[in-house]
Protein backbone atom coordinates (compact mmCIF):
# COMPACT_ATOMS: atom_id res chain seq x y z
CA UNK A 1 0.00 0.00 0.00
CA UNK A 2 3.05 2.25 0.96
CA UNK A 3 5.76 3.33 -0.94
CA UNK A 4 9.79 2.63 0.43
CA UNK A 5 9.38 6.50 1.64
CA UNK A 6 6.31 5.60 3.77
CA UNK A 7 3.74 7.44 1.12
CA UNK A 8 0.34 5.89 -0.20
CA UNK A 9 0.91 4.16 -3.72
CA UNK A 10 -1.57 6.00 -6.40
CA UNK A 11 -3.85 3.25 -7.13
CA UNK A 12 -4.00 2.64 -3.35
CA UNK A 13 -4.75 6.23 -2.33
CA UNK A 14 -8.67 6.05 -2.90
CA UNK A 15 -9.18 3.04 -0.27
CA UNK A 16 -6.60 4.28 2.04
CA UNK A 17 -8.66 7.59 2.68
CA UNK A 18 -11.99 4.99 2.97
CA UNK A 19 -10.44 3.34 5.60
CA UNK A 20 -9.52 5.97 7.66
CA UNK A 21 -12.86 7.39 7.52
CA UNK A 22 -14.22 4.05 9.37
CA UNK A 23 -14.09 4.45 13.29
CA UNK A 24 -11.95 0.98 15.51
CA UNK A 25 -15.23 -0.44 16.56
CA UNK A 26 -16.76 0.15 13.01
CA UNK A 27 -13.74 -1.83 11.41
CA UNK A 28 -14.02 -4.53 14.10
CA UNK A 29 -17.31 -5.22 13.53
CA UNK A 30 -17.29 -5.30 9.91
CA UNK A 31 -14.23 -7.99 10.17
CA UNK A 32 -16.73 -9.89 12.72
CA UNK A 33 -19.43 -10.06 9.84
CA UNK A 34 -17.09 -11.09 7.58
CA UNK A 35 -15.95 -14.12 9.44
CA UNK A 36 -19.89 -15.18 10.32
CA UNK A 37 -20.79 -15.09 6.48
CA UNK A 38 -17.74 -17.50 5.99
CA UNK A 39 -18.79 -19.35 8.62
CA UNK A 40 -22.42 -19.50 7.31
CA UNK A 41 -21.76 -20.70 3.92
CA UNK A 42 -20.01 -23.43 4.65
CA UNK A 43 -16.53 -21.99 3.30
CA UNK A 44 -14.26 -24.51 5.02
CA UNK A 45 -10.75 -26.64 4.75
CA UNK A 46 -9.30 -29.25 6.80
CA UNK A 47 -6.35 -29.27 8.62
CA UNK A 48 -4.96 -32.58 8.88
CA UNK A 49 -2.09 -33.66 12.24
CA UNK A 50 -1.82 -37.12 13.67
CA UNK A 51 -3.96 -38.91 11.14
CA UNK A 52 -6.73 -37.15 12.47
CA UNK A 53 -8.76 -33.95 10.15
CA UNK A 54 -9.84 -30.45 11.40
CA UNK A 55 -12.45 -28.70 10.12
CA UNK A 56 -11.82 -24.54 9.99
CA UNK A 57 -13.00 -21.67 8.26
CA UNK A 58 -11.05 -19.76 6.18
CA UNK A 59 -9.51 -16.89 8.19
CA UNK A 60 -9.79 -13.42 6.39
CA UNK A 61 -8.71 -9.76 5.94
CA UNK A 62 -10.24 -7.16 4.96
CA UNK A 63 -7.44 -4.99 3.22
CA UNK A 64 -7.74 -6.33 -0.46
CA UNK A 65 -4.61 -6.16 -2.79
CA UNK A 66 -4.76 -3.75 -5.47
CA UNK A 67 -2.82 -4.70 -8.56
CA UNK A 68 -2.63 -1.26 -11.04
CA UNK A 69 -3.75 -2.49 -14.76
CA UNK A 70 0.20 -1.93 -16.20
CA UNK A 71 1.19 -4.41 -13.36
CA UNK A 72 -1.65 -6.88 -14.39
CA UNK A 73 -0.85 -7.02 -18.22
CA UNK A 74 2.78 -7.76 -17.36
CA UNK A 75 1.56 -10.69 -14.88
CA UNK A 76 -1.01 -11.81 -17.61
CA UNK A 77 1.49 -11.85 -20.26
CA UNK A 78 4.44 -14.10 -17.78
CA UNK A 79 2.02 -16.60 -16.66
CA UNK A 80 0.65 -17.46 -20.30
CA UNK A 81 4.43 -17.49 -21.38
CA UNK A 82 5.24 -19.69 -18.31
CA UNK A 83 2.36 -22.74 -19.25
CA UNK A 84 3.01 -22.10 -22.63
CA UNK A 85 6.67 -23.11 -21.87
CA UNK A 86 5.11 -25.90 -19.75
CA UNK A 87 2.70 -27.18 -21.69
CA UNK A 88 5.40 -27.72 -24.83
CA UNK A 89 7.72 -29.63 -22.18
CA UNK A 90 4.77 -31.83 -21.08
CA UNK A 91 4.17 -32.36 -24.87
CA UNK A 92 7.45 -33.05 -25.39
CA UNK A 93 8.91 -35.44 -22.42
CA UNK A 94 5.85 -37.81 -23.44
CA UNK A 95 6.55 -37.34 -27.02
CA UNK A 96 10.11 -36.90 -28.87
CA UNK A 97 11.60 -36.36 -26.16
CA UNK A 98 13.56 -33.34 -27.62
CA UNK A 99 14.57 -31.32 -24.85
CA UNK A 100 16.48 -34.15 -23.07
CA UNK A 101 17.89 -35.44 -26.13
CA UNK A 102 19.59 -31.77 -26.42
CA UNK A 103 20.69 -32.15 -22.80
CA UNK A 104 18.58 -28.76 -21.71
CA UNK A 105 17.08 -30.89 -18.25
CA UNK A 106 18.75 -34.06 -17.27
CA UNK A 107 17.35 -37.29 -18.25
CA UNK A 108 17.27 -38.27 -14.55
CA UNK A 109 15.12 -35.55 -13.63
CA UNK A 110 12.22 -36.78 -15.63
CA UNK A 111 13.17 -40.72 -15.65
CA UNK A 112 13.39 -40.75 -11.91
CA UNK A 113 10.51 -39.01 -11.20
CA UNK A 114 7.67 -40.50 -9.22
CA UNK A 115 5.21 -38.45 -11.56
CA UNK A 116 6.53 -39.58 -15.02
CA UNK A 117 4.30 -41.86 -16.17
CA UNK A 118 6.16 -43.45 -19.16
CA UNK A 119 3.03 -45.88 -20.11
CA UNK A 120 2.14 -42.32 -21.66
CA UNK A 121 4.72 -42.15 -23.87
CA UNK A 122 3.03 -41.36 -27.65
CA UNK A 123 -0.17 -41.10 -26.20
CA UNK A 124 -2.42 -38.35 -28.06
CA UNK A 125 -4.03 -35.66 -25.62
CA UNK A 126 -7.53 -33.60 -26.39
CA UNK A 127 -6.37 -30.41 -28.01
CA UNK A 128 -2.01 -31.09 -27.49
CA UNK A 129 -3.23 -29.70 -24.10
CA UNK A 130 -2.06 -31.10 -20.61
CA UNK A 131 -3.22 -28.26 -18.68
CA UNK A 132 -6.97 -27.01 -18.08
CA UNK A 133 -6.79 -25.18 -14.60
CA UNK A 134 -3.63 -24.06 -13.68
CA UNK A 135 -2.04 -21.82 -10.30
CA UNK A 136 1.00 -20.13 -10.47
CA UNK A 137 2.10 -18.88 -6.99
CA UNK A 138 3.48 -15.21 -7.06
CA UNK A 139 5.53 -13.34 -4.77
CA UNK A 140 7.30 -9.66 -4.85
CA UNK A 141 10.80 -8.99 -3.63
CA UNK A 142 12.20 -6.14 -1.77
CA UNK A 143 12.30 -4.42 -5.01
CA UNK A 144 8.85 -4.95 -6.02
CA UNK A 145 9.55 -7.34 -9.02
CA UNK A 146 7.11 -10.41 -8.84
CA UNK A 147 8.50 -13.54 -9.20
CA UNK A 148 7.37 -17.02 -9.20
CA UNK A 149 7.68 -19.25 -6.50
CA UNK A 150 6.04 -22.29 -7.56
CA UNK A 151 4.06 -23.59 -10.24
CA UNK A 152 0.59 -25.96 -10.02
CA UNK A 153 -0.17 -28.02 -12.40
CA UNK A 154 -1.96 -31.15 -11.19
CA UNK A 155 -4.92 -30.23 -9.22
CA UNK A 156 -4.08 -26.47 -7.62
CA UNK A 157 -7.08 -25.63 -5.07
CA UNK A 158 -8.37 -22.25 -3.79
CA UNK A 159 -10.41 -21.19 -7.13
CA UNK A 160 -13.69 -20.98 -4.89
CA UNK A 161 -12.17 -18.78 -2.35
CA UNK A 162 -10.76 -16.28 -4.62
CA UNK A 163 -14.71 -16.20 -5.54
CA UNK A 164 -15.95 -15.74 -2.23
CA UNK A 165 -13.35 -13.74 -0.70
CA UNK A 166 -15.01 -10.95 -3.98
CA UNK A 167 -18.71 -11.97 -2.68
CA UNK A 168 -18.06 -11.71 1.15
CA UNK A 169 -16.62 -7.87 0.82
CA UNK A 170 -19.10 -6.80 -1.75
CA UNK A 171 -21.83 -7.75 1.10
CA UNK A 172 -19.56 -6.46 3.83
CA UNK A 173 -17.67 -3.52 2.43
CA UNK A 174 -19.94 -2.25 -0.54
CA UNK A 175 -18.08 1.69 0.54
CA UNK A 176 -14.68 -0.01 -1.24
CA UNK A 177 -16.21 -0.24 -4.36
CA UNK A 178 -18.05 2.98 -5.40
CA UNK A 179 -14.96 4.69 -6.47
CA UNK A 180 -12.81 1.80 -8.10
CA UNK A 181 -13.26 0.09 -11.95
CA UNK A 182 -12.27 -3.47 -11.27
CA UNK A 183 -12.12 -6.43 -13.63
CA UNK A 184 -15.31 -8.50 -12.39
CA UNK A 185 -15.11 -12.60 -11.69
CA UNK A 186 -18.79 -13.16 -12.50
CA UNK A 187 -18.47 -14.18 -15.91
CA UNK A 188 -15.46 -16.28 -15.39
CA UNK A 189 -16.94 -19.89 -14.81
CA UNK A 190 -18.75 -18.94 -17.64
CA UNK A 191 -15.48 -19.00 -19.67
CA UNK A 192 -14.01 -22.13 -17.47
CA UNK A 193 -16.97 -24.12 -18.38
CA UNK A 194 -16.21 -23.51 -22.14
CA UNK A 195 -12.75 -24.36 -21.98
CA UNK A 196 -13.89 -27.33 -20.35
CA UNK A 197 -16.27 -28.62 -23.18
CA UNK A 198 -13.82 -27.76 -25.76
CA UNK A 199 -11.79 -31.07 -25.45
CA UNK A 200 -14.52 -33.43 -25.85
CA UNK A 201 -15.15 -34.38 -29.25
CA UNK A 202 -18.56 -34.70 -28.73
CA UNK A 203 -20.13 -31.41 -30.02
CA UNK A 204 -22.86 -29.84 -27.96
CA UNK A 205 -23.92 -33.01 -26.80
CA UNK A 206 -21.10 -33.47 -24.01
CA UNK A 207 -21.06 -34.61 -20.68
CA UNK A 208 -18.35 -33.10 -18.03
CA UNK A 209 -18.40 -34.12 -14.62
CA UNK A 210 -16.16 -33.20 -11.55
CA UNK A 211 -14.60 -35.94 -9.74
CA UNK A 212 -13.95 -35.72 -6.09
CA UNK A 213 -12.59 -37.92 -3.69
CA UNK A 214 -15.20 -37.08 -1.10
CA UNK A 215 -16.26 -35.37 1.38
CA UNK A 216 -13.79 -35.83 3.28
CA UNK A 217 -10.72 -34.01 1.34
CA UNK A 218 -9.78 -31.01 2.52
CA UNK A 219 -10.46 -29.30 -0.81
CA UNK A 220 -13.72 -30.83 -1.28
CA UNK A 221 -15.74 -27.05 -0.48
CA UNK A 222 -13.66 -26.25 -3.56
CA UNK A 223 -15.31 -29.27 -5.55
CA UNK A 224 -18.34 -28.56 -4.70
CA UNK A 225 -18.24 -24.49 -5.40
CA UNK A 226 -16.97 -25.49 -9.22
CA UNK A 227 -19.09 -28.29 -9.99
CA UNK A 228 -22.00 -25.44 -9.23
CA UNK A 229 -21.07 -22.20 -10.97
CA UNK A 230 -20.01 -24.91 -14.27
CA UNK A 231 -23.26 -26.41 -13.98
CA UNK A 232 -21.55 -30.04 -14.25
CA UNK A 233 -22.29 -32.93 -11.95
CA UNK A 234 -20.08 -33.48 -8.87
CA UNK A 235 -19.44 -37.69 -8.80
CA UNK A 236 -17.42 -39.81 -6.56
CA UNK A 237 -16.28 -43.14 -7.92
CA UNK A 238 -19.46 -45.45 -7.35
CA UNK A 239 -21.44 -42.86 -9.45
CA UNK A 240 -19.01 -44.06 -12.31
CA UNK A 241 -19.23 -47.00 -14.42
CA UNK A 242 -16.63 -48.31 -17.54
CA UNK A 243 -18.00 -50.35 -20.15
CA UNK A 244 -16.43 -51.10 -23.27
CA UNK A 245 -13.75 -48.69 -22.78
CA UNK A 246 -16.00 -45.77 -22.51
CA UNK A 247 -17.43 -43.87 -19.09
CA UNK A 248 -21.34 -44.00 -18.29
CA UNK A 249 -22.84 -41.87 -15.40
CA UNK A 250 -25.66 -43.42 -13.30
CA UNK A 251 -28.23 -41.78 -12.89
CA UNK A 252 -32.10 -42.16 -12.02
CA UNK A 253 -32.43 -42.24 -15.83
CA UNK A 254 -30.11 -45.44 -16.28
CA UNK A 255 -26.29 -44.63 -17.76
CA UNK A 256 -25.09 -41.55 -19.47
CA UNK A 257 -22.14 -41.34 -21.54
CA UNK A 258 -19.24 -39.03 -19.88
CA UNK A 259 -17.25 -37.14 -22.42
CA UNK A 260 -14.62 -34.60 -20.22
CA UNK A 261 -13.50 -35.66 -16.48
CA UNK A 262 -12.53 -32.72 -14.64
CA UNK A 263 -10.57 -35.07 -11.83
CA UNK A 264 -9.69 -33.93 -8.27
CA UNK A 265 -7.84 -37.09 -7.35
CA UNK A 266 -3.83 -37.92 -7.89
CA UNK A 267 -2.99 -39.89 -10.42
CA UNK A 268 -1.70 -42.83 -8.78
CA UNK A 269 -5.57 -43.17 -6.91
CA UNK A 270 -7.77 -42.65 -10.34
CA UNK A 271 -7.94 -46.17 -10.97
CA UNK A 272 -7.09 -49.22 -9.30
CA UNK A 273 -6.61 -51.89 -12.27
CA UNK A 274 -3.79 -49.83 -13.47
CA UNK A 275 -2.58 -47.83 -10.56
CA UNK A 276 -2.82 -48.59 -7.00
CA UNK A 277 -5.01 -51.46 -6.57
CA UNK A 278 -5.93 -50.56 -2.98
CA UNK A 279 -7.67 -46.96 -4.22
CA UNK A 280 -11.26 -47.01 -3.30
CA UNK A 281 -11.50 -43.64 -5.07
CA UNK A 282 -10.96 -44.05 -8.34
CA UNK A 283 -13.19 -45.86 -11.27
CA UNK A 284 -11.69 -49.23 -12.88
CA UNK A 285 -11.06 -49.59 -16.07
CA UNK A 286 -10.71 -45.58 -16.45
CA UNK A 287 -6.76 -44.88 -17.84
CA UNK A 288 -7.82 -47.67 -20.85
CA UNK A 289 -11.08 -45.55 -21.68
CA UNK A 290 -8.65 -42.47 -21.55
CA UNK A 291 -5.91 -44.08 -23.45
CA UNK A 292 -8.75 -45.30 -26.16
CA UNK A 293 -9.35 -41.82 -26.89
CA UNK A 294 -12.96 -42.46 -25.59
CA UNK A 295 -12.74 -39.86 -22.31
CA UNK A 296 -10.97 -36.51 -21.90
CA UNK A 297 -9.21 -36.24 -18.02
CA UNK A 298 -8.35 -33.04 -17.14
CA UNK A 299 -5.84 -31.79 -15.76
CA UNK A 300 -3.93 -34.49 -17.63
CA UNK A 301 -2.09 -37.82 -16.33
CA UNK A 302 1.06 -36.85 -15.09
CA UNK A 303 1.38 -33.56 -14.92
CA UNK A 304 3.48 -33.81 -11.77
CA UNK A 305 6.68 -34.14 -13.69
CA UNK A 306 6.59 -30.70 -14.80
CA UNK A 307 5.41 -28.94 -11.36
CA UNK A 308 8.07 -30.71 -9.06
CA UNK A 309 9.97 -28.24 -7.72
CA UNK A 310 13.53 -29.71 -8.58
CA UNK A 311 11.87 -29.27 -12.36
CA UNK A 312 11.03 -25.41 -10.86
CA UNK A 313 14.39 -24.47 -11.63
CA UNK A 314 14.38 -25.58 -15.06
CA UNK A 315 11.54 -23.30 -16.31
CA UNK A 316 13.31 -20.65 -17.65
CA UNK A 317 15.56 -22.69 -19.40
CA UNK A 318 12.03 -24.07 -21.03
CA UNK A 319 10.98 -21.14 -21.91
CA UNK A 320 13.97 -20.53 -23.64
CA UNK A 321 13.98 -23.44 -25.36
CA UNK A 322 10.32 -24.05 -26.50
CA UNK A 323 9.50 -20.09 -26.85
CA UNK A 324 13.08 -18.48 -27.99
CA UNK A 325 11.98 -15.95 -25.46
CA UNK A 326 13.71 -14.96 -22.00
CA UNK A 327 11.06 -14.63 -18.92
CA UNK A 328 8.83 -12.33 -18.23
CA UNK A 329 8.60 -13.35 -14.88
CA UNK A 330 11.88 -14.44 -13.26
CA UNK A 331 12.37 -17.68 -10.85
CA UNK A 332 13.69 -17.34 -7.24
CA UNK A 333 17.16 -18.61 -7.05
CA UNK A 334 16.99 -22.00 -6.69
CA UNK A 335 19.96 -24.51 -5.45
CA UNK A 336 19.56 -28.10 -6.92
CA UNK A 337 21.22 -29.97 -3.27
CA UNK A 338 22.21 -33.14 -5.86
CA UNK A 339 24.59 -31.04 -7.40
CA UNK A 340 27.54 -31.94 -4.90
CA UNK A 341 28.78 -27.99 -5.37
CA UNK A 342 25.42 -26.72 -4.43
CA UNK A 343 24.71 -29.02 -1.54
CA UNK A 344 28.03 -28.65 0.35
CA UNK A 345 27.60 -24.56 -0.33
CA UNK A 346 23.92 -25.01 1.12
CA UNK A 347 24.86 -27.04 3.84
CA UNK A 348 27.21 -24.41 5.35
CA UNK A 349 24.45 -21.56 5.23
CA UNK A 350 21.26 -23.65 6.51
CA UNK A 351 20.67 -20.97 9.14
CA UNK A 352 19.90 -18.44 6.31
CA UNK A 353 18.10 -20.03 3.70
CA UNK A 354 14.77 -21.79 3.00
CA UNK A 355 15.33 -25.79 2.35
CA UNK A 356 12.15 -27.06 0.79
CA UNK A 357 11.03 -30.97 -0.14
CA UNK A 358 10.53 -31.28 -3.61
CA UNK A 359 8.02 -33.64 -3.70
CA UNK A 360 5.52 -31.54 -0.15
CA UNK A 361 2.99 -28.95 -0.36
CA UNK A 362 1.26 -27.28 1.84
CA UNK A 363 4.17 -25.66 4.17
CA UNK A 364 5.08 -29.08 5.71
CA UNK A 365 8.75 -30.17 5.41
CA UNK A 366 10.37 -27.06 4.93
CA UNK A 367 12.98 -25.51 6.59
CA UNK A 368 13.24 -21.24 7.01
CA UNK A 369 16.45 -21.13 8.27
CA UNK A 370 16.55 -17.44 9.89
CA UNK A 371 13.71 -18.61 11.84
CA UNK A 372 14.33 -21.98 12.95
CA UNK A 373 16.08 -23.54 15.87
CA UNK A 374 19.73 -25.43 16.07
CA UNK A 375 18.09 -28.50 16.59
CA UNK A 376 15.70 -28.40 13.69
CA UNK A 377 18.37 -26.81 11.43
CA UNK A 378 20.68 -30.45 12.20
CA UNK A 379 17.50 -32.32 11.26
CA UNK A 380 16.95 -31.20 8.20
CA UNK A 381 20.95 -31.10 7.40
CA UNK A 382 20.88 -35.42 8.68
CA UNK A 383 18.03 -35.64 5.93
CA UNK A 384 20.15 -33.64 3.05
CA UNK A 385 23.17 -35.94 3.41
CA UNK A 386 21.08 -38.67 3.34
CA UNK A 387 18.73 -37.78 0.53
CA UNK A 388 19.74 -34.89 -1.65
CA UNK A 389 18.13 -35.50 -4.21
CA UNK A 390 14.85 -34.77 -2.38
CA UNK A 391 15.61 -31.10 -1.70
CA UNK A 392 16.18 -27.46 -3.15
CA UNK A 393 17.06 -24.66 -1.20
CA UNK A 394 16.57 -20.91 -2.24
CA UNK A 395 17.57 -17.43 -0.27
CA UNK A 396 15.32 -16.01 2.05
CA UNK A 397 13.40 -13.17 0.16
CA UNK A 398 12.10 -10.22 1.95
CA UNK A 399 8.75 -10.66 0.96
CA UNK A 400 6.54 -7.89 0.23
CA UNK A 401 4.05 -7.18 2.93
CA UNK A 402 1.13 -5.47 2.86
CA UNK A 403 -1.67 -4.11 6.31
CA UNK A 404 -3.66 -6.33 7.62
CA UNK A 405 -6.66 -5.78 10.33
CA UNK A 406 -6.76 -8.45 12.91
CA UNK A 407 -7.46 -8.79 16.68
CA UNK A 408 -8.47 -4.81 16.22
CA UNK A 409 -5.60 -3.44 15.35
CA UNK A 410 -3.66 -2.89 11.75
CA UNK A 411 -0.43 -4.53 11.38
CA UNK A 412 2.36 -5.87 8.29
CA UNK A 413 2.00 -9.29 7.13
CA UNK A 414 3.72 -11.30 4.27
CA UNK A 415 1.89 -12.23 1.01
CA UNK A 416 1.74 -14.13 -1.87
CA UNK A 417 -0.76 -14.53 -4.84
CA UNK A 418 -1.40 -17.73 -6.61
CA UNK A 419 -2.60 -16.46 -10.22
CA UNK A 420 -5.42 -18.76 -11.91
CA UNK A 421 -5.66 -19.93 -15.76
CA UNK A 422 -7.74 -21.89 -17.68
CA UNK A 423 -6.72 -23.56 -20.76
CA UNK A 424 -8.74 -24.71 -23.47
CA UNK A 425 -8.43 -23.71 -27.17
CA UNK A 426 -6.44 -20.90 -25.83
CA UNK A 427 -4.91 -19.39 -22.09
CA UNK A 428 -7.30 -17.20 -20.24
CA UNK A 429 -6.10 -15.71 -16.97
CA UNK A 430 -8.48 -14.85 -14.49
CA UNK A 431 -8.02 -11.06 -13.41
CA UNK A 432 -6.71 -10.95 -9.82
CA UNK A 433 -6.37 -14.43 -8.02
CA UNK A 434 -5.86 -15.56 -4.52
CA UNK A 435 -3.91 -13.33 -1.92
CA UNK A 436 -2.78 -15.45 0.49
CA UNK A 437 -1.41 -13.92 3.72
CA UNK A 438 0.73 -15.31 6.57
CA UNK A 439 -1.30 -13.77 9.56
CA UNK A 440 0.70 -14.71 12.22
CA UNK A 441 3.02 -11.85 13.14
CA UNK A 442 6.90 -12.50 11.24
CA UNK A 443 5.38 -15.64 10.12
CA UNK A 444 6.67 -16.18 6.69
CA UNK A 445 3.83 -19.46 5.84
CA UNK A 446 1.15 -17.96 4.03
CA UNK A 447 -0.99 -21.92 3.90
CA UNK A 448 -4.09 -21.86 5.22
CA UNK A 449 -3.11 -24.97 6.74
CA UNK A 450 0.01 -23.14 8.74
CA UNK A 451 -2.01 -20.27 10.00
CA UNK A 452 -2.37 -18.40 7.06
CA UNK A 453 -5.62 -16.42 5.43
CA UNK A 454 -6.65 -15.05 2.15
CA UNK A 455 -7.50 -11.47 1.07
CA UNK A 456 -9.81 -10.26 -1.83
CA UNK A 457 -7.25 -9.25 -5.22
CA UNK A 458 -8.27 -6.50 -6.83
CA UNK A 459 -6.95 -5.36 -10.45
CA UNK A 460 -7.94 -2.03 -11.66
CA UNK A 461 -9.05 -1.26 -15.47
CA UNK A 462 -7.72 2.01 -15.02
CA UNK A 463 -5.48 4.02 -12.87
CA UNK A 464 -7.16 6.30 -10.79
Excluded at 6 to 28: C, M, N, P
Excluded at 118 to 141: A, Y
Excluded at 240 to 259: A, E, N, P
Excluded at 351 to 369: R, T
Aim: hydrophobic residues 35%; glycine residues 6%; charged residues 25%.
Amino acid sequence: MFTSQGEVKSHYRLLHRTIDSFESAELQLKHEQAQASFLRQGITFTVYKDNAGTERTMPFDFIPIIISSEEWQEIERGVKQRLKALNAFLDDIYSEQKILHDEVIPKNLVYDNPYYLKELKETSFPLGNHLFLSGIDLIRDEHGEYRVLEDNLRNPSGLSYMFQNRYVMRQVYPEFFKQHALYTLEEQMDDMRKALMEYSTNGSASTAVLLTPGVFNSAYYDHVFLAQQMGIQLVESPDLVVKDDHVFMRTIYGLKQVDVIYRRIDDEYLDPAHFRPDSLLGVEGLYRAFSQGNVAIVNALGNGVADDKAMYAYVPDMIQYYLNEEPILRNVDTYSLRKPEHRDWVLERLDELVVKNVGASGGYDMLIGPHSTNEKINKFREKIISEPHQYIAQPTIKLSRAPAFQGNEFYPCHVDLRVYAMSGKDIQVIPGGLSRVALKKGSLVVNSSQGGGGKDTWVLKEEV
